[in-house]
């Protein structure tokens, strides 16, 4: 007799059936997907044992497509159709990319504000390069684990904005993934680290990339996961280290005439030498030249480490910003989580271990903490890990706002303010009879709008025509657990309301993202003057308006004494407008304010006047 399996509405059959979902590391230079089994996270490895698949995709004429080791190995002879480092492309303009051309050696095109790639199949997005890579990954999940996902969590960097968060989900849709939520990368390593170590407290994660660095502070208590500040150098990485020790031989060895192929393959021997010095306390060099000329050179550890001392030193200034935006001092850290393979190196992690006064914590793969953290949040959202689930609290970049009158920035969600969040703040309309109204949102940290980069704006419509400063309208940002921003403006009288999704179609690479934050910094005194003398404007701006109005309806009320009077503050103030500073606009506003005080009192009179006309004391 077979048994039947009876299970409540809208629940699984199977209950105690393990819901098959990973952890993905989007990577710029290689790729990972982990999963966890019997309560351990572990990453996934290919059919040859490989767990990193490189991010690198080639076209091929047959309209075939190769990811990974295969693409990176054909790149030298196909560089126009093979594409590596997407996720450098991901929400960036062709306006962007114009600052860095010897990295991106691909046939550029542009739809609108989005980049296209040509090949050999065409027009290609940075978002259909990316989803090639992780429809590999899901293959390999799915084949390793025997059956179809119910979900991915997704790593992204702790700076991306809300555009390139977005391209990401696309990228995962279009491979056919469910997400189940993108997590940021210092957060990732903190759950493996956290829940792998039961640990709690404060901690920071030091992140060094091939090409950038990364700083974020925790906080780790009973399940919570707070970050509490983030920083970093988008032009600091394992590839400067490169860098430099190539320049040292160069000029050590008077190579001042290598073509580009010899350069190239000379700059890849260096990358192999900085890794052999990890484990060795030297490293030889040796190749011959497309022209025939042979090179040998030796480098020892000490040699490196003394070339590179600097690049070393440089990585500690935003570890020291972090902390002081947290609200931390080094004594109050309890651990430091080293991830991103150029931590391997020895004198980065003397350098953290001195600067900390204690031993970084580099007991798991750097290149694989990310996924396994991953793959740990999705085991918990994909429902398979009792006793519920942890809560995650990041932070946003950059601060969040919307333009106000005279071109200022209005910061709604401040930098580092923690997500999920939504914050509300009532504005109102600058003219008599307004009934419509342009919601600008803006990401920066300047006082002026002109400094900072426009996300989006949509128009409310429908303001019931009143008095300037009358009407009342809500402005609210929301930003959900993805990072993904929605702004929504509503009209308090009437209930009339607009909204919108935040999809700019370009967004803020590391390096803007690094500046703006700088910019805001060294630039705070000239800011602070701008925005004083635009506010200054806007109430002299204000002013003018509504003497001008009245002078149209009751100017007989003045003398030629008093009317000549009035008009000359006016010009006065319509020239500092054009040429004065703030306190020059305030005290030229001050002066109309004062000559215009009887004129107001003899208005108000003829208005009174004019009210009780015809009417009888019984009346009134």
Same mark, same amino acid.
């Given at each position: 007799?077979?048994?039947?399996?009876?299970?409540?509405?809208?629940?699984?059959?199977?209950?105690?059936?393990?819901?098959?979902?990973?952890?993905?590391?989007?990577?710029?230079?290689? /790729?990972?997907?982990?999963?966890?089994?019997?309560?351990?996270?572990?990453?996934?490895?290919?059919?040859?044992?490989?767990?990193?698949?490189?991010?690198?995709?080639?076209?091929?004429?047959?309209?075939?497509?190769?990811?990974?080791?295969?693409?990176?190995?054909?790149?030298?002879?196909?560089?126009?159709?093979?594409?590596?480092?997407?996720?450098?492309?991901?929400?960036?303009?062709?306006?962007?990319?114009?600052?860095?051309?010897?990295?991106?050696?691909?046939?550029?095109?542009?739809?609108?504000?989005?980049?296209?790639?040509?090949?050999?199949?065409?027009?290609?997005?940075?978002?259909?390069?990316?989803?090639?890579?992780?429809?590999?990954?899901?293959?390999?999940?799915?084949?390793?684990?025997?059956?179809?996902? +119910?979900?991915?969590?997704?790593?992204?960097?702790?700076?991306?904005?809300?555009?390139?968060?977005?391209?990401?989900?696309?990228?995962?849709?279009?491979?056919?993934?469910?997400?189940?939520?993108?997590?940021?990368?210092?957060?990732?390593?903190?759950?493996?680290?956290?829940?792998?170590?039961?640990?709690?407290?404060?901690?920071?994660?030091?992140?060094?990339?091939?090409?950038?660095?990364?700083? /974020? +502070?925790?906080?780790?208590?009973?399940?919570?996961?707070?970050?509490?500040?983030?920083?970093?150098?988008?032009?600091?990485?394992?590839?400067?280290?490169?860098?430099?020790?190539?320049?040292?031989?160069?000029?050590?060895?008077?190579?001042?005439?290598?073509?580009?192929?010899?350069?190239?393959? $000379?700059?890849?021997?260096?990358?192999?030498?900085?890794?052999?010095?990890?484990?060795?306390?030297?490293?030889?060099?040796?190749?011959?030249?497309?022209?025939?000329?042979?090179?040998?050179?030796?480098?020892?550890?000490?040699?490196?480490?003394?070339?590179?001392?600097?690049?070393?030193?440089?990585?500690?200034?935003?570890?020291?910003?972090?902390?002081?935006?947290?609200?931390?001092?080094? /004594?109050?850290?309890?651990?430091?989580?080293?991830?991103?393979?150029?931590?391997?190196?020895?004198?980065?992690?003397?350098?953290?271990?001195?600067?900390?006064?204690?031993?970084?914590?580099?007991?798991?793969?750097?290149?694989?903490?990310?996924?396994?953290?991953?793959?740990?949040?999705?085991?918990?959202?994909?429902?398979?890990?009792?006793?519920?689930?942890?809560?995650?609290?990041?932070?946003?970049?950059?601060?969040?706002?919307?333009?106000?009158?005279?071109?200022?920035?209005?910061?709604?969600?401040?930098?580092?303010?923690?997500?999920?969040?939504?914050?509300?703040?009532?504005?109102?309309?600058?003219?008599?009879?307004?009934?419509?109204?342009?919601?600008?949102?803006?990401?920066?940290?300047?006082?002026?709008?002109?400094?900072?980069?426009?996300?989006?704006?949509?128009?409310?419509?429908?303001?019931?025509?009143?008095?300037?400063?009358?009407?009342?309208?809500?402005?609210?940002?929301?930003?959900?657990?993805?990072?993904?921003?929605?702004?929504?403006?509503?009209?308090? /009288?009437?209930? +009339?309301?607009?909204?919108?999704?935040?999809?700019?179609?370009?967004?803020?690479?590391?390096?803007?993202?690094?500046?703006?934050?700088?910019?805001?910094?060294?630039?705070?005194?000239?800011?602070?003057?701008?925005?004083?003398?635009?506010?200054?404007?806007?109430?002299?701006?204000?002013?003018?308006?509504?003497?001008?109005?009245?002078?149209?309806?009751?100017?007989?009320?003045?003398?030629?004494?008093?009317?000549?009077?009035?008009?000359?503050?006016?010009?006065? $103030?319509?020239?500092?407008?054009?040429?004065?500073?703030?306190?020059?606009?305030?005290?030229?506003?001050?002066? $109309?304010?004062?000559?215009?005080?009887?004129?107001?009192?003899?208005?108000?009179?003829?208005?009174?006047?004019?009210?009780?006309?015809?009417?009888?004391?019984?009346?009134?």
């Amino acid at each position: 007799m077979a048994l039947l399996q009876i299970a409540e509405p809208g629940m699984s059959a199977a209950p105690h059936q393990h819901r098959l979902a990973v952890g993905i590391d989007l990577g710029t230079t290689n /790729s990972l997907v982990a999963t966890v089994k019997s309560g351990s996270a572990s990453c996934l490895p290919d059919e040859q044992g490989r767990v990193t698949l490189p991010s690198v995709v080639r076209y091929l004429s047959d309209d075939q497509i190769r990811v990974g080791y295969e693409a990176l190995a054909e790149q030298k002879t196909d560089p126009l159709n093979t594409v590596s480092s997407a996720k450098r492309l991901i929400g960036r303009t062709l306006a962007d990319l114009s600052q860095q051309p010897h990295y991106l050696p691909y046939r550029f095109g542009q739809s609108g504000q989005v980049i296209e790639l040509h090949t050999r199949h065409g027009l290609k997005t940075p978002i259909e390069v990316s989803s090639e890579i992780l429809k590999t990954l899901k293959t390999r999940a799915e084949e390793s684990l025997g059956g179809a996902l +119910v979900g991915a969590v997704i790593t992204v960097p702790a700076y991306f904005d809300d555009a390139q968060r977005q391209a990401t989900k696309d990228a995962a849709r279009l491979a056919g993934l469910n997400v189940l939520r993108l997590l940021n990368e210092p957060t990732a390593a903190a759950i493996a680290y956290g829940l792998d170590n039961g640990s709690e407290g404060t901690f920071v994660v030091y992140d060094l990339g091939g090409g950038t660095l990364d700083v /974020s +502070v925790l906080e780790l208590s009973k399940g919570l996961f707070q970050v509490k500040a983030t920083n970093g150098d988008s032009a600091l990485g394992g590839d400067d280290f490169d860098q430099r020790l190539f320049c040292h031989l160069l000029e050590q060895h008077g190579l001042s005439q290598l073509n580009e192929q010899d350069g190239s393959h $000379l700059l890849a021997l260096c990358r192999r030498a900085k890794e052999t010095l990890t484990r060795e306390p030297e490293a030889l060099i040796e190749t011959a030249f497309s022209d025939g000329r042979a090179f040998r050179a030796t480098v020892t550890r000490q040699e490196f480490h003394d070339l590179t001392r600097h690049l070393v030193q440089k990585t500690i200034e935003p570890v020291k910003q972090a902390l002081k935006d947290a609200g931390v001092s080094k /004594s109050d850290i309890k651990g430091v989580i080293m991830v991103g393979g150029s931590t391997r190196m020895l004198h980065v992690q003397q350098a953290v271990a001195t600067f900390f006064g204690q031993t970084p914590l580099n007991n798991l793969n750097p290149d694989e903490v990310v996924a396994l953290g991953a793959a740990m949040q999705a085991d918990v959202l994909a429902g398979n890990k009792s006793g519920g689930e942890w809560l995650l609290l990041d932070v946003i970049p950059l601060s969040l706002g919307l333009e106000t009158y005279g071109g200022l920035a209005e910061k709604i969600i401040p930098r580092n303010a923690t997500i999920p969040t939504a914050r509300a703040q009532d504005f109102t309309t600058f003219k008599d009879g307004q009934t419509a109204m342009t919601v600008h949102v803006v990401q920066g940290e300047r006082e002026l709008v002109a400094d900072c980069r426009s996300l989006a704006k949509f128009t409310l419509r429908g303001i019931p025509p009143m008095t300037a400063g009358a009407a009342r309208i809500r402005v609210t940002f929301q930003v959900d657990a993805d990072g993904l921003l929605s702004v929504s403006a509503q009209e308090q /009288s009437t209930g +009339v309301q607009a909204q919108i999704e935040v999809k700019p179609s370009y967004g803020l690479d590391d390096e803007t993202i690094t500046k703006m934050l700088q910019e805001s910094m060294s630039k705070a005194s000239d800011d602070m003057a701008a925005r004083a003398r635009a506010e200054a404007a806007v109430e002299a701006e204000s002013l003018l308006g509504a003497v001008s109005a009245a002078l149209k309806l009751d100017a007989d009320l003045l003398g030629e004494t008093e009317l000549a009077a009035i008009r000359n503050d006016i010009a006065a $103030l319509e020239g500092r407008l054009k040429n004065g500073t703030a306190e020059d606009i305030r005290a030229a506003t001050a002066a $109309l304010g004062a000559s215009t005080d009887n004129f107001a009192a003899k208005r108000m009179n003829r208005n009174i006047q004019r009210a009780l006309a015809g009417q009888s004391i019984d009346d009134i």
